[in-house]
């Protein structure tokens, strides 16, 4: 099976510091994964190399089999890679519609007449499948923080993406948000989605990835199936400090 986003011995220095060190990692198509660690680990720089925020001091990215190491953000987002952050970045002078029609809007194909009717069509549907289509014409700032966060994930999902890569989509949430957030990212990845998940919360990945992956001081420490990676005595060191995995 081919991967949709590969990283090849990426590392990534500011000035004398290794942000990253020799990490090498693919997306499996159609799956969910998670990349957890400690704070300062690399996660966040691991992901804006990925989305070309970053570029690497050594090693390559590939999207779809593509070398794309020299490419910008938003020659890779025309090739179907699509990101949150970690703050919500919502336009609070548009509605709920209005934002979620902007991840659209930038694709080449909304430009002609038609593709405009097409944009408008792919926004109302990401909002269906986020469950806000109820409040396409109110202002986000008007919206729980909970809402907010799946206003930002339908912009994202509009522009009909081959990879999502959601950076901590539900740190600061309530139980019930995290509960709806995890029920949109499972129906996102029953459809066929790939996705990578930064993430704090060790239960929530290891009740929805498919695949996880940790990272410690910059480098990949260990990857695989979810519960039994989580489970192994290096992790439990270095991302838990604690001798088991949460019930």
Known sequence: MT???????????????????????????????????PNGSGKTTVVNTMSRL???????????????????PHEVYRRGLARTFQGIRLVEGLTVRENVLLGVQELPTARSRAGRRRAAEAADEALERMDVHHVAQVAPAALPYGVQRRVEIARAVAGAPKILLLDEPVAGMSAGERQEISAVLGRLRDDGMTMLLIEHDLRFVLGLSDHLFVLNFGQLLAAGDPAATAALPAVQEAFLGRKHVPA
């Open 3 to 37: 991967a949709v986003l590969e990283l090849r011995d990426i590392k990534v220095r500011f000035g004398g510091v290794k942000a990253v060190d020799g990490v090498s990692l693919a997306l499996e198509p159609g799956h969910l994964h998670a990349l957890v660690g």
């Open 54 to 72: 970053v570029t690497p001091t050594d090693g390559q990215v590939f999207l779809g089999g593509q070398d794309v190491t020299a490419a910008g």
